[in-house]
């Protein structure tokens, strides 16, 4: 029995297989090996193979500007886990860009081989489908709980800000972490803000002093008040 193989009997997605059927999946396989930061496949790009991790680590992330292989990880998938068949069943363009976390080994299995997988065994469609089902409530969740996040910030609350505890998947616990450091980041810069405003103020207000005292010493009012005094004590020596 090849690894290959012992991943695909592991895999839940698969379980409904006989040996005989995991080994023709296993031979339709085709197995590829990506160094680290190497990109698999960029957003937008059209899906044409679903991918199991043979080794290594694969990152789901969105990728920066300018920048397509760079970018925070959503998600990171590990040997014997299964990616980008969203694509092969919608059609639509890849959502988010997939790259090597590691030194990595994956094995892909093409559209056509995909979609006759799922016509003739029912049960492995069904495993495909509770696994997206799940992924995407998860996300879901997950969003749910940055759209708090965000009102927080925006209100200040930045005590109420914290990575929730059933975080499973550390690329997101890391999202999640990244998050709340902006807050505390954001917090620490308004309070430096409202001290340099405090300061500027103070700055502000005793030039305003100066100038109003320069302003009356400088009064032909004042001169005048001034050379009288002097007057009346001259008169009083």
Not at 75 to 93: Q, S, T, W
Request: hydrophobic fraction near 40%.
């Amino acid at each position: 029995m090849s690894d290959l193989t012992d991943i695909l009997q592991k895999n839940q997605v698969f379980k409904s297989l006989s040996p005989a059927e995991i080994e023709t999946l296993a031979g339709s396989l085709k197995t590829r090996s990506l160094a680290a930061g190497q990109v698999l496949f960029n957003l937008g790009d059209p899906g044409e193979e679903m991918i199991l991790v043979r080794e290594g680590k694969i990152a789901i992330y969105m990728p920066d500007a300018g920048r397509p292989e760079a970018g925070q990880a959503l998600r990171i998938f590990k040997p014997g886990e299964i990616l980008g068949e969203m694509a092969l069943i919608d059609r639509l363009p890849r959502s988010a860009s997939a790259r090597a976390e590691s030194d990595s080994t994956i094995a892909t299995l093409g559209l056509d081989d995909f979609r006759s997988l799922l016509a003739s065994e029912p049960e492995v469609a069904m495993s495909v489908m509770s696994g997206l089902s799940s992924r995407i409530r998860y996300t879901t969740d997950f969003i749910g709980e940055i759209r708090q996040w965000v009102k927080r910030l925006a209100e200040g609350n930045y005590e109420a800000i914290q990575a929730p505890g059933d975080v499973q998947d550390t690329s997101l616990s890391a999202l999640a972490a990244d998050f709340v450091r902006m807050a505390g980041q954001v917090r620490a810069r308004e309070e430096k803000l409202k001290q340099e405003v405090a300061e500027l103020r103070i700055q502000i207000d005793d030039k305003r002093r100066k100038e109003q005292v320069n302003e009356i010493t400088q009064s032909d009012y004042y001169i005048n008040l001034k050379e009288k005094l002097r007057a009346m004590r001259e008169d009083d020596d």
